[in-house]
């Protein structure tokens, strides 16, 4: 996915994150995050957490005939305005 920060997310909710597909997690397909500056090589099956709200990420660039797929969990931060 392109960098990005999710920005309605609950700012002090942790994603957590499920990776999925078929990929080489060594030389594609890697989950970036800027400010702490870390590339991560996660395998399909691998669950991190994440604070989506306030870290820049995105991922690495696939090979050809390759798939990436993710399933992630967050909070609203509407949720707590009221």
Known sequence: CWFHRDSRNYIL????????????HETSGQFIMVEPKLVLELRPGDVFLLMSSIITHGTAPLRAGETRR???CFTAGGIFRW
């Open 13 to 24: 909710g942790i994603c957590p994150v499920l990776v999925l597909g078929k990929f080489n």
């Open 70 to 72: 993710s399933w992630t």
